[in-house]
């Protein structure tokens, strides 16, 4: 067919098709029962304009409430009433409302809001604290290991860090040498660079690393100089180029790099004079989780820190929380009522100074586990814990009980049996402190959870309450 053919044949059906528009009632017609019924030209040739959503909103029937009530009783009874449940200031449901304002908008603002892990021996290695940080991380963004100290004295799970050089130790604990001047850090302990040093990283490829702990796309160094220069280089090993960054002016500063792709190695090289604080080995904007591990204490060497320099500490790496797990360590020699209460009032001096060094960050109180011997827990365990709870709640801090959680008075004996403690029954293998993690994620994202529904059901969750 001839393209004139095609086009006049094109034309006549058009034609006939809108005759059809202007010729058919607009009622319709009935056939053999059958109703036809066939578009004016009017709705053919002009488009309706859509309708006002606030008005189809109007006439819309209310949602159903049902379901969003079983997820607020659920996240009450998980929060307030199980062995996971935690005890808060005042039984008030809000004590997170910031953090977890914080942390929605992390990404958006290009924060990363960081999340300190202090606690004795049990979190050594970054247990517990690995498990936590990855579920932090599913949902809110980040990744990498976080902060980490110039020299690490316990290897961990995670990174694998080598340094050497003019280092000195300054810390608050262990046996490293101890130097009275309060210039400790965030991590309670600092390294003192008089001259070169360097350190090397690069991430674990052991069976407890996680994809996303092995990368990092940001580096950072938290320092506190002396008077003179300090010049800090980094190389990145995986291909992004070196980077130098000079300061000469004196106190408390961070050097950050951003790297162009994602490492999992790098090696840092520092000449000056200066306090190291830790090293931050972050990727993407969302949460950081830190493991502060601090074998041998019992959480009272908070204070020995400057009130001013952790201050200033905390504000430059945007602390949201601050998790104390504590009292292991102290429970076998807690055995007057004296004792306990000498104890408790040593941890709400701590608790005190945090809220001081750092008003804006919620502070939560991780109790001991069970301990003891096979067969018998510790005799005043339970008297321990119930008064550390009390200390916590009255000094504006919130409390969550291990002991509670893997079961109560002798359960430890239970969770060594079944290979999730050693053989001291004092401590998770790496099995039963993933086991802790992910009980404690799976009560906390309760809490972000209810935050979420109570953002969104404010005068149910009234009524619920």
């Known amino acids: 067919m001839k393209l004139t053919d095609t086009l006049k044949f094109f034309i006549i059906t058009v034609a006939l098709l809108a005759l059809l528009c202007v010729v058919f009632p607009a009622d319709g017609i009935r056939f053999a029962g059958i109703e036809f019924r066939f578009p004016t030209l009017h709705k053919v040739l002009v488009r309706e304009k859509a309708k006002d959503i606030d008005s189809l909103l109007a006439v819309a029937p209310k949602r159903d409430l049902s379901q969003a009530i079983d997820s607020i009783n659920d996240c009450y009874q998980t929060l307030f009433s199980s062995q996971y449940r935690f005890w808060l200031p005042n039984d008030d449901p809000a004590y997170f409302d910031n953090l977890f304002s914080s942390l929605c908008q992390a990404q958006r603002q290009h924060r990363i809001v960081r999340i300190l892990h202090y606690g004795d021996s049990q979190i050594e290695q970054d247990r517990i604290t690995l498990t936590i940080r990855e579920r932090m991380q599913e949902v809110f963004g980040g990744g990498g290991p976080g902060l980490l100290p110039l020299r690490q004295p316990v290897p961990t799970y995670s990174f694998n860090q080598n340094a050497s050089g003019s280092l000195f130790a300054q810390t608050t604990w262990g046996d490293s040498a101890f130097v009275r001047n309060g210039h400790y850090g965030p991590m309670l302990r600092s390294w003192h660079v008089s001259g070169q040093a360097s350190l090397s990283l690069s991430a674990s490829k052991g069976m407890y690393a996680t994809p996303r702990v092995s990368r990092f796309s940001m580096l950072r160094v938290l320092y506190n100089n002396r008077p003179g220069p300090l010049s800090v280089s980094m ?44 090293i931050l080995v972050d990727d993407g904007y969302g949460v950081a989780v830190d493991n502060i591990g601090m074998r041998s204490t019992s959480g009272h060497q908070f204070g020995k820190v400057k009130f001013n320099q952790l201050a200033e500490s905390y504000k430059l790496i945007d602390v949201g929380m601050i998790i104390m797990q504590f009292g292991g360590n102290s429970v076998p020699y807690l055995r007057t009522d004296k004792a306990i209460q000498d104890y408790c009032s040593q941890m709400a001096k701590q608790i005190d100074y945090l809220h001081s060094t750092c008003p804006d960050a919620a502070i939560l109180f991780i109790g001991p586990s069970d301990m003891g011997s096979s067969s018998t827990t510790y005799k005043r365990l339970h008297d321990v814990i119930n008064s550390l709870r009390q200390t916590a709640n009255a000094h504006n801090a919130a409390f969550w009980s291990i002991y509670d959680a893997m079961g109560g008075q002798g359960s430890m004996s239970a969770w060594h049996d079944n290979g999730l403690a050693g053989s001291d029954y004092i401590h998770f293998t790496h099995k039963g402190a993933e086991l802790m993690g992910n009980l404690f994620s799976d009560a906390f994202l309760k809490f972000y959870q209810l935050y979420l529904l109570r953002q969104q059901y404010p005068d149910q969750i009234e009524k619920i309450r």
């Open 235 to 278: 190389t990145d090993r995986a291909g992004s180029g070196s980077f130098k960054t000079s300061v000469s002016e004196p106190g408390i500063g961070l050097i950050a790099w951003q790297l162009d792709t994602v490492s999992s190695s790098a090696r840092i090289t520092i000449n000056g004079n200066a306090d190291i604080y830790g």
